[in-house]
């Protein structure tokens, strides 16, 4: 669907993106994540060519997005709606109005644009408010008339820079909502950029974590919360945990185990005690994921081991410095 192979750009002298690729799979909700600076709404302005880049390529639906003309660029782009932040909506106009300038700018028919603005209005749930400007509306409703906007012309993809940042915690999960029922509904792939770290763990699929424009890590977003990488641990900062002697295991809890009694499980099976050192449960989407550090005995070591193996429980010994 997109990929983005090995990205220069350069203000003046200073590179903001620095060899940055990475492949957007098709009907996904991918999530690029940081710092202020990092890079992520220059990258994603490169997307649509909001913004141009010196070295690499940009390919969207096997088009490379540098050498379109301004009519390909133009047809290109109904493919890639895209939300902001600050909603960018006229404040002149109607809600409906609103709605239809894309439309417009693409002469659809006056019975076109309005079978499809009623549409969307049905789908964002304002349907109520279709006669009003946007100052009468709070910073949610804002938002699900950008959101409409840039459905409007049916693209296969929608680019979101920062757009739940504005937004108080309870809008932000109604906003997160509408979007993944977008993605369920329409299949549309969701580019999300953000520095909200509750944005990636209710919907994105897969993340990407940048900083000082490049990218640290890449994976799906279960893997990244779970095994707290360098990439993870450069944007949220070290936990710290400290060890004792002994041998320290991390386990992990992938959906799959989450809620299964492993550790009183082992504990009777192996007859051993063991210490519970840090431990950690989260909401991803629908599912619980988390992290567990213990510490036995060094005798016990092989046997806590082999026994996770056997019951396939994910583990990794962290070694004390």
């Given at each position: 669907?997109?990929?983005?192979?090995?990205?220069?750009?350069?203000?003046?002298?200073?590179?903001?993106?620095?060899?940055?690729?990475?492949?957007?799979?098709?009907?996904?909700?991918?999530?690029?994540?940081?710092?202020s600076g990092a890079g992520k709404s220059t990258l994603l302005r490169c997307i649509n060519r909001l913004e141009d880049y010196k070295n690499g390529e940009i390919l969207v639906n096997n088009k490379n997005v540098k050498n379109l003309n301004e009519k390909e660029l133009r047809e290109l782009r109904k493919d890639l709606g895209m939300i902001f932040q600050q909603f960018s909506l006229l404040e002149r106009k109607t809600v409906f109005e609103n709605i239809a300038l894309p439309l417009e700018c693409f002469k659809y028919s006056k019975d076109e644009i309005k079978r499809r603005v009623l549409e969307l209005l049905d789908l964002v749930g304002i349907s109520n408010k279709r006669n009003e400007k946007p100052r009468n509306l709070s910073g949610g409703q804002k938002q699900r008339v950008a959101i409409a906007r840039a459905l409007a012309l049916n693209p296969k993809v929608i680019l979101c820079d920062e757009a739940t940042s504005a937004l108080d915690p309870n809008t932000t999960k109604s906003i997160l909502n509408l979007l993944q029922d977008i993605n369920n509904k329409l299949g549309i792939t969701i580019v999300i950029v953000t520095h909200q770290m509750e944005v990636i763990k209710q919907i994105c699929t897969r993340v990407a974590i940048m900083e000082g424009?490049?990218?640290?890590?890449?994976?799906?977003?279960?893997?990244?919360?779970?095994?707290?990488?360098?990439?993870?641990?450069?944007?949220?900062?070290?936990?710290?945990?400290?060890?004792?002697?002994?041998?320290?295991?991390?386990?992990?809890?992938?959906?799959?185990?989450?809620?299964?009694?492993?550790?009183?499980k082992m504990a009777r099976d192996l007859d051993i005690n063991f210490s519970i050192i840090f431990g950690r449960l989260e909401k991803f989407r629908k599912n619980i994921l988390g992290s567990l550090i213990i510490n036995v005995p060094a005798n016990n070591g092989d046997d806590v081991r082999q026994y996770l193996d056997k019951e396939k429980i994910r583990w990794e010994e962290i070694i004390n410095d």
């Open positions: 669907m997109i990929e983005i192979k090995n990205i220069d750009k350069y203000y003046q002298d200073i590179k903001v993106l620095d060899d940055v690729s990475m492949t957007i799979k098709s009907g996904e909700i991918f999530g690029i994540i940081g710092h424009g490049k990218v640290l890590e890449i994976d799906d977003t279960e893997e990244v919360f779970l095994h707290n990488r360098n990439g993870l641990r450069a944007l949220v900062g070290e936990e710290n945990i400290v060890l004792p002697k002994g041998i320290n295991i991390k386990i992990l809890f992938p959906k799959e185990i989450s809620n299964d009694t492993i550790i009183t």
